[in-house]
């Protein structure tokens, strides 16, 4: 058993210090590439600034006869792009049961751990494959004198995993967030269900038949697949301090149902949602940013509340204690935003600090 007083301690000699608390930093969209395709890898330019997170895929879209070229080309990217203040570089790795991700982590982390902020591990099972990788980045990040750790992303696509939720989010102080991955998550459960993320016409519940009339017009309306585990997997996060994440919404011409399947997470407290085609930035981007009319809402009831005690009639609607709590959360997603949004500051009437160009990227 491993005392609590040693969390934070290093786990190889010269590592660095492990953080005490997750850097908070946009990360609407976790915008995917297969860095070994020349085409994507020319975009990067275009993208940097554009998205929240860049993150080098390198598992199951990549075939396995390209893995090294993928793994190659995100070397490639990181030491020839100036990722600037705004974008994040992350990977997804292989699976730790895959013959390549030894060589994933050994050669990102030598060659480009200085500029790595997360790896995405899939298919995580429980806390033990957390403690691996978090043993094997101490030891190469000491080996490779990278000055700070790089982070760990787990994505939620077992069973096993998502019984194991709670461990996994507090399996390391390397945790920056989890992934619900629903493509691979409905294989393992069994589900019948060949979508990759969203709603499925068949789940659904109908209305009570009219006068007994059981084969008369009865209303609709279809339910979502994942709510139940998106909400354990926010509440585990949350619980750990850590961030969570919709994964991959795979129907890519429906900007109108990944519009609302982003949203659907969105509200139950999820930062940011993965994006496989340019299409779906500007709605992550959208759906993860609170609206002006939020904000706004807000701000009035911080400044009714006073000291935030008692409570107000604002509007016809009582605000309290909780409901002041509940608006603080808009306003720091809102302030935190700002910071690297000219015209969302604009936007939410807020002043954004002026930019250190010290900043690490």
Request: charged content about 25%; glycine content about 8%.
């Given at each position: 058993m491993?005392?609590?007083k040693d969390?934070?301690?290093p786990?190889a000699?010269?590592a660095p210090t492990p953080l005490?608390e997750v850097?908070v930093r946009p990360?609407?969209?976790i915008?995917?590439?297969?860095?070994g395709?020349?085409?994507?890898?020319?975009?990067v330019?275009?993208?940097v600034g554009?998205?929240d997170?860049?993150?080098?895929?390198?598992?199951?879209?990549v075939?396995?006869?390209?893995?090294?070229?993928a793994?190659d080309?995100l070397?490639?990217?990181?030491r020839a792009t100036?990722f600037g203040?705004?974008t994040q570089?992350?990977?997804?790795?292989?699976?730790?049961?895959?013959?390549?991700?030894?060589?994933?982590?050994?050669?990102?982390?030598a060659?480009?751990?200085?500029?790595?902020?997360?790896v995405?591990?899939?298919k995580?099972q429980?806390p033990?494959d957390i403690?691996y990788v978090?043993r094997?980045l101490a030891q190469?990040?000491?080996r490779?004198?990278?000055p700070r750790?790089?982070?760990?992303?787990?994505?939620?696509?077992?069973?096993?995993?998502?019984?194991?939720?709670?461990?996994?989010?507090?399996?390391?102080?390397?945790?920056?967030?989890i992934s619900?991955?629903p493509?691979?998550?409905?294989a393992?459960?069994r589900?019948?269900?060949?979508?990759?993320g969203g709603?499925?016409?068949?789940y659904?519940?109908r209305?009570d038949?009219?006068g007994g009339?059981?084969?008369?017009?009865?209303?609709?309306?279809q339910?979502?697949l994942?709510h139940?585990t998106?909400a354990?997997?926010?509440?585990a996060?949350?619980?750990h301090?850590?961030l969570?994440?919709?994964?991959?919404?795979?129907?890519?011409?429906d900007?109108v149902a990944?519009?609302?399947?982003?949203?659907?997470a969105?509200?139950?407290?999820?930062?940011?949602?993965?994006?496989?085609?340019?299409s779906q930035?500007?709605?992550?981007?959208r759906?993860?940013s609170?609206?002006?009319e939020?904000?706004a809402?807000a701000?009035?009831?911080?400044?009714?509340?006073?000291?935030?005690?008692?409570?107000v009639?604002?509007d016809?609607?009582?605000?309290?204690?909780?409901?002041?709590?509940?608006c603080l959360?808009?306003?720091?997603?809102?302030?935190?935003l700002?910071?690297?949004d000219?015209e969302?500051a604009e936007l939410y009437?807020?002043r954004p600090?002026?930019?250190d160009?010290?900043?690490?990227?």
């Amino acid at each position: 058993m491993r005392s609590a007083k040693d969390f934070f301690a290093p786990l190889a000699v010269g590592a660095p210090t492990p953080l005490r608390e997750v850097p908070v930093r946009p990360s609407r969209m976790i915008h995917f590439i297969d860095p070994g395709s020349e085409r994507m890898a020319a975009k990067v330019p275009e993208l940097v600034g554009a998205v929240d997170v860049l993150l080098g895929n390198l598992e199951d879209a990549v075939r396995g006869d390209r893995k090294e070229a993928a793994r190659d080309g995100l070397v490639a990217i990181a030491r020839a792009t100036d990722f600037g203040r705004h974008t994040q570089l992350w990977t997804r790795v292989n699976a730790l049961d895959s013959p390549w991700v030894l060589d994933d982590l050994t050669t990102l982390v030598a060659q480009v751990g200085d500029r790595l902020d997360v790896v995405m591990v899939p298919k995580v099972q429980g806390p033990e494959d957390i403690h691996y990788v978090d043993r094997l980045l101490a030891q190469l990040e000491a080996r490779a004198g990278v000055p700070r750790p790089i982070l760990v992303h787990a994505i939620l696509e077992t069973a096993r995993g998502v019984a194991n939720v709670e461990a996994i989010a507090g399996a390391s102080p390397r945790m920056q967030g989890i992934s619900l991955g629903p493509a691979d998550l409905a294989a393992d459960r069994r589900m019948k269900t060949t979508r990759v993320g969203g709603g499925h016409p068949g789940y659904l519940v109908r209305e009570d038949p009219v006068g007994g009339d059981v084969m008369g017009p009865r209303a609709t309306s279809q339910q979502d697949l994942w709510h139940y585990t998106i909400a354990r997997m926010v509440d585990a996060c949350a619980m750990h301090g850590i961030l969570p994440y919709y994964g991959p919404f795979g129907d890519i011409a429906d900007v109108v149902a990944c519009e609302d399947q982003f949203r659907n997470a969105f509200l139950l407290g999820c930062v940011g949602a993965w994006t496989l085609h340019p299409s779906q930035i500007a709605i992550a981007k959208r759906v993860f940013s609170p609206s002006a009319e939020d904000v706004a809402h807000a701000r009035r009831v911080k400044e009714a509340m006073g000291d935030g005690t008692g409570a107000v009639m604002l509007d016809g609607r009582m605000e309290d204690d909780a409901s002041l709590k509940q608006c603080l959360v808009i306003l720091e997603l809102a302030e935190r935003l700002s910071q690297n949004d000219a015209e969302l500051a604009e936007l939410y009437a807020v002043r954004p600090p002026t930019p250190d160009p010290r900043a690490r990227a």
